[in-house]
């Protein structure tokens, strides 16, 4: 068996779908393309593929990652081809690398996100403004973002509300004006994920709202990852960077 690995786009109608609708879609995209994909033994076979992180619904990217194993090697050309054929529109295969059986899962390796987030002011916003908000805003040693987690009694068949508190400070790796046009802002963000954490955008700004006192939108808010990237030091890599 062989290993490929893929990035992809997600755009358009399928921001829409969830995550497990995407494996079935691409389940079938790889019957339909007649790729020789691998699947796992037992009664109930499947694909082998695996995904970096599962991206939010309405979040568009151009930076999606995944692995599968074939059980024959073919040109990635036409492995590229064949799947682009059968894919909704909205979603792309848009470059494919082999890489050995031994690379770490795709999930283990991220530790970050970038994106593009456009915020809808209620205002005109000038860019000096909105650098010092954001420069405040990350001068706080902590930022709390408050989670209610149901937990389940196996005893009494029942579920207890409890309040869990996390400072995700630490989480913010960068966040700055990428551009501003009247009142609608574009942020950059670079955010923890994986192992690291899951850091959302939405929450992000929804503590720019609540500690900063920001006065927005949110139904206009639109989030776009740009890439996924792995820390090596001095550098920030992508994961079809670092694979062999």
Same mark, same amino acid.
Do not use: W
């Given at each position: 068996?062989?290993?490929?690995? &893929?990035?992809?786009?997600?755009?358009?109608?399928?921001?829409?779908?969830?995550?497990?609708?995407?494996?079935?879609?691409?389940?079938?995209?790889?019957?339909?393309?007649?790729?020789?994909?691998?699947?796992?033994?037992?009664?109930?076979? +499947?694909?082998?593929?695996?995904?970096?992180?599962?991206?939010?619904?309405?979040?568009?990217?151009?930076?999606?990652?995944? =692995?599968?194993?074939?059980?024959?090697?073919?040109?990635?050309?036409?492995?590229?081809? &064949?799947?682009?054929?059968?894919?909704?529109?909205?979603?792309?295969?848009?470059?494919?690398?082999?890489?050995?059986?031994?690379?770490? &899962?795709?999930?283990?390796?991220?530790?970050?996100?970038?994106?593009?987030?456009?915020?809808?002011?209620?205002?005109?916003?000038? #860019?000096?403004?909105?650098?010092?908000?954001?420069?405040?805003?990350?001068?706080?040693?902590?930022?709390?973002?408050?989670?209610? /987690?149901?937990?389940?009694? /196996?005893?009494? /068949?029942?579920?207890?509300?409890?309040?869990?508190? @996390?400072?995700?400070?630490?989480?913010?790796?960068?966040?700055?004006?990428?551009?501003?046009?009247?009142?609608?802002?574009?942020?950059?963000?670079?955010?923890?994920?994986?192992?690291?954490?899951?850091?959302?955008?939405?929450?992000?700004?929804?503590?720019?709202?609540?500690?900063?006192?920001?006065?927005? #939108?949110?139904? @206009?808010?639109?989030? +776009?990852?740009?890439?996924?990237?792995?820390?090596?030091?001095?550098?920030?890599?992508?994961?079809? =960077?670092?694979?062999?």
């Amino acid at each position: 068996m062989y290993r490929i690995r &893929s990035k992809f786009y997600k755009t358009g109608d399928m921001v829409f779908i969830s995550h497990l609708d995407l494996v079935r879609l691409l389940e079938r995209a790889f019957r339909r393309g007649n790729i020789p994909i691998s699947y796992t033994q037992g009664f109930n076979p +499947h694909p082998i593929m695996a995904f970096a992180t599962a991206l939010g619904i309405g979040t568009s990217s151009e930076g999606e990652y995944m =692995d599968i194993e074939v059980d024959e090697k073919i040109q990635l050309s036409k492995f590229m081809d &064949s799947l682009n054929m059968v894919l909704p529109k909205g979603l792309e295969v848009i470059t494919s690398k082999y890489i050995a059986k031994d690379n770490k &899962s795709l999930m283990s390796i991220i530790q970050y996100s970038s994106y593009t987030v456009k915020v809808v002011f209620q205002e005109k916003m000038k #860019e000096e403004v909105v650098n010092n908000i954001l420069c405040k805003f990350l001068s706080l040693e902590e930022i709390i973002e408050i989670k209610e /987690k149901k937990n389940k009694n /196996k005893f009494k /068949k029942s579920y207890k509300n409890e309040i869990q508190e @996390k400072n995700i400070r630490m989480q913010i790796k960068n966040l700055e004006v990428l551009r501003i046009q009247d009142n609608e802002v574009v942020l950059k963000m670079l955010l923890a994920t994986g192992s690291s954490g899951n850091l959302k955008p939405e929450t992000v700004i929804k503590k720019l709202q609540e500690i900063m006192g920001l006065q927005i #939108e949110p139904e @206009k808010t639109r989030v +776009h990852r740009l890439e996924l990237l792995v820390e090596i030091e001095p550098k920030s890599l992508t994961p079809l =960077d670092i694979a062999e």
